[in-house]
């Protein structure tokens, strides 16, 4: 047996949203003693070069590049090649990873020829057709991933033929599917098996087959369509579980899928993975589990009566001892929990979400059920009071969107340097933020949003020099943002709109935060002039300064802002990762992946809208409601890709920008309530996504523009500018009656001709449709003598009916033809309106 099956139960990676448990990914370094940068001291074989490079000449990359470029035959040592792994002592190829490759093209059978292959990584690329077949006559393979390609058909029954296979990998292959499960018996050296997206709709008793497998430790299920397997096992079982971890998540199951469960459960049970069903509950003897650590139940559809679920979790609890992650977020639990089931859990919980419910309580105590680096989620429930302890160890604290109240000093009990994200928003706590944050020199966001918080900003807020992202929007702050937060220049969004910070706009935040791409002050009260510093924050898509107390002219220097005029988004620039290691005196080592999206209400054509994932595709300018003066400097115009701009309610003057039309994306522009005058410019007429526009309440003459967009807003955005004119206004231009009158008599002759146009076909279409209609007709009766029959009484007792609705039809049409010449002006005159 080889030293991987000893690492296997001691290094395993935890991931949420969603939650994944994956061991083979971390085999890669076990199963091949040999690694490419050891001493070779035999060359690959002719053989297994040629065939290597027939396998390439069937592929195509993905993105017209060659993504295995060291693959050339002027390079005769195929073990140099990437992705090839060779014996050290042979030159044999023994192992091929291609995965990630974006690679695509049929599988070559050329494979056939790596006699000595036993690892083949094919994953992540997008390898089309069916399975090869030929794969079953690899028999030297212990590992085989085929996994997120675009495969399809039938799992080849030949793959009973790998006795050796230890490690199979299958996971949304494609649209694949199993016909017949018989041949998993035949692997009786299978340690691991991953089938997620396979649809095993069809096999019955495949319980039976899983158990047949002495060996198989891990399984994993997720969405294989098993809600529709009609009997999942037979009475008859002649075997016991040897699983350590089981994933059957997204299957649509219900809670009678526990009395099949149970065979593929046992005390060795590690890892259960029950997510995405529609399960109520949990079945009692998941309290006998004593090795159960992992309990994942998140996202069940079906309403849980959460007395119940914690009664079957605890008519043995107590030896649950090893058990650190639950997780029943989003279940839809409606209930009280009280103090009990805190104090009843038998070690020290690592990870607990009980997210997205409806659970109501009072604070718990937080600070004796949790371990080293723990990750507490109690987020959108009903929990309230104040919290008063926290574990000093915690690592990311979510308890955001209940009805907590009181203080935040808890978070000076945090004293470890491991925290990285803390989310309190949407409560009802009060007072002032601590003076203790340089203890969190680890920490990636801080959202204290939609609270009572009040005072000023303590210095210590500089220490988080991790800092990503600082929330506070909709509090009590006051005074002048501290001069400290300068050192935290790591942060990409900074959002305190709706407080009460004042002073000027800090020239340091241009200075020292070059990485912000979303900049937020709203609804404060600072003053003084917008400082040019800020046109260094070349990354900045969302600047929003409004309902200030701002004045001076803008900034022409704000066509810097590189990330509104080129056509350009960073992918992750909204998302906050991070990682939660935890390590044992026996060597496992665990690790639990999460992030954080940024999200932010923006004031979107005169309403507030809450942007979330799709907040990174904003890219706007708001500095409405301050008291700005001088013109709009042209440079803004520069500003290719920004959607939305409002410069309302100040006091600019001059004309609009004569380009402003080369702002082709915008969706939004809002100038009303300034003294802008002369014309609206012509080239706003080629702003073909303009879906808001408000320019009332200004000095503007002339024309508008004619345009599709212009033309259908209302009139009420045109208010306030005397001078303007034609539509949709109902005041008329100067010469717009004569043209009007011009207008009329050419399409009055104009429809006369049209009249006859019109009456010239419709005899023409209808003669023809009748003749060929009729022989169609009389060619069918005449060889069907019933049909004939029929379809003669049916025409008298029908004809009489079709001429006078016929008749009806023309004499109304004639009506509206003549009438059309006189209603097309009324029509004209009301679609302004």
């Not at 044999?92 to 690892?119: A, P, R």
């Not at 058990?323 to 070690?347: A, C, E, K, R």
């Not at 932010?600 to 809450?610: F, L, P, S």
Request: aromatic fraction near 12%.
């Amino acid at each position: 047996m080889h030293q991987y099956n000893l690492k296997i139960t001691n290094i395993c990676t935890y991931m949420m949203n969603p939650c994944v448990f994956i061991i083979f990914s971390l085999l890669y370094l076990h199963l091949e003693p040999s690694t490419a940068n050891q001493l070779v001291i035999n060359k690959c074989s002719d053989n297994e070069r040629d065939a290597l490079l027939h396998f390439k000449s069937h592929l195509q990359d993905s993105h017209d590049s060659d993504h295995l470029p060291t693959w050339r035959a002027d390079k005769h040592d195929c073990c140099t090649w990437e992705g090839v792994t060779c014996n050290n002592q042979t030159g044999h190829v023994t192992k091929l990873n291609l995965s990630g490759y974006n690679l695509e093209g049929e599988i070559s059978q050329s494979l056939l020829n790596l006699s000595y292959l036993n690892n083949l990584y094919l994953s992540g690329n997008s390898f089309n057709g069916t399975i090869p077949t030929f794969i079953g006559s690899m028999t030297q393979l212990r590992m085989l991933d085929l996994s997120y390609n675009s495969l399809y058909g039938t799992i080849p029954p030949e793959f009973g033929n790998l006795t050796n296979l230890e490690i199979l990998v299958l996971s949304y292959a494609g649209r694949c599917r199993v016909e017949n499960l018989d041949w998993l018996s035949h692997l009786s050296h299978m340690e691991i098996l991953y089938m997620d997206g396979i649809s095993l709709a069809s096999q019955n008793h495949w319980v039976n087959v899983v158990l047949s497998i002495p060996k198989l430790f891990t399984l994993s299920l997720k969405g294989c369509e098993l809600s529709q397997v009609m009997y999942p096992y037979s009475s008859f079982l002649n075997s016991s579980s040897s699983l350590i971890s089981l994933v059957l998540g997204n299957n649509n199951l219900t809670s009678s899928m526990y009395h099949w469960m149970f065979p593929l459960t046992s005390n060795k049970l590690q890892y259960l993975y029950l997510s995405d069903n529609m399960l109520d509950g949990i079945p009692k003897y998941l309290g006998n589990l004593s090795s159960l650590e992992n309990l994942i139940f998140d996202n069940n559809s079906a309403m849980i009566e959460f007395p119940v679920f914690l009664n079957n979790l605890s008519d043995e609890i107590r030896t649950l001892k090893n058990l650190f992650y639950l997780d029943i977020s989003n279940n839809g639990i409606l209930d009280t929990v009280h103090q009990d089931f805190w104090d009843m859990w038998p070690s020290q919980l690592r990870y607990l979400n009980l997210s997205s419910n409806s659970i109501s309580g009072k604070a718990p105590d937080l600070s004796s059920a949790f371990d080293n680096n723990s990750v507490i989620d109690l987020s959108s429930n009903n929990f309230y009071g104040p919290i008063s302890n926290v574990s000093s160890t915690v690592a990311s604290l979510n308890l955001s969107r209940n009805k907590f109240y009181g203080g935040i000093s808890f978070l000076c009990q945090i004293v470890h340097g491991n925290l990285s994200f803390v989310d309190l928003s949407h409560n009802f706590l009060s007072g002032q933020l601590p003076d203790c944050l340089w203890h969190f020199k680890e920490l990636k966001v801080l959202n204290l949003g939609h609270n009572n918080l009040s005072g000023r900003l303590p210095p210590s807020i500089g220490s988080l020099i991790q800092l990503e992202a600082l929330y506070l929007y909709e509090n009590n702050f006051s005074g002048e943002l501290p001069f400290s937060i300068k050192n935290c220049t790591s942060l990409t969004s900074l959002i305190l709109w709706a407080n009460k910070f004042s002073g000027n706009v800090p020239v340091w935040i241009g200075e020292n935060l070059s990485g912000l791409y979303v900049l937020i002050l709203r609804s404060n009260n600072f003053f003084g002039t917008i400082p040019l510093q800020l046109c260094r924050l070349a990354n900045l898509q969302i600047l929003d300064l409004s309902i200030n107390n701002l004045h001076g002219s803008i900034p022409s220097c704000l066509n810097n802002f590189t990330s509104m005029v080129q056509e350009r988004f960073l992918p992750t620039q909204n998302v906050h990762s991070y990682i939660f290691m935890w390590f044992y005196s026996d060597g496992i080592r665990i690790s639990f992946k999460d992030k954080y999206v940024d999200n932010a209400i923006i004031g979107w054509q005169g309403d507030e809208r809450e942007f979330s994932s799709n907040l990174r595709l904003l890219k706007m300018i708001d500095l409405s409601s301050n008291n700005l003066t001088g013109q709009i400097p042209y440079e803004i115009t520069n500003l290719y890709e920004l959607v939305s701009l409002n410069l309302s309610n100040n006091a600019l003057l001059g004309e609009i920008p004569w380009n402003i039309g080369q702002m082709k994306k915008l969706l939004t522009l809002d100038l009303s309530r300034n003294n802008f005058s002369g014309g609206i410019p012509s080239s706003m007429s080629g702003m073909t996504f303009l879906s808001h526009l408000d320019v009332s309440y200004n000095s503007l003459s002339g024309r508008i523009p004619s345009s599709t967009q212009l033309q259908s807003f209302p009139p009420s955005r045109y208010d306030g500018n005397a001078g303007l004119c034609g539509p949709p206004l109902t005041k008329k231009c100067l010469g717009d009656e004569e043209s009007e009158a011009t207008s009329v008599n050419d399409k009055s002759e104009g429809d006369g001709e049209d009249i006859d146009e019109f009456w010239g076909w419709f005899y023409i279409g209808g003669v023809t449709g009748f003749v060929t209609g009729f022989w169609i007709a009389c060619g069918t009766l005449l060889l069907n003598g019933r049909g004939r029959h029929v379809f003669f009484h049916f025409y008298d007792s029908f004809k009489d009916w079709v001429y006078v609705k016929i008749m009806l039809f023309i004499v109304n049409l004639q009506r509206k033809i003549k009438t059309s010449s006189f209603s097309s002006t009324y029509a004209d005159d009301m679609s302004s309106v």
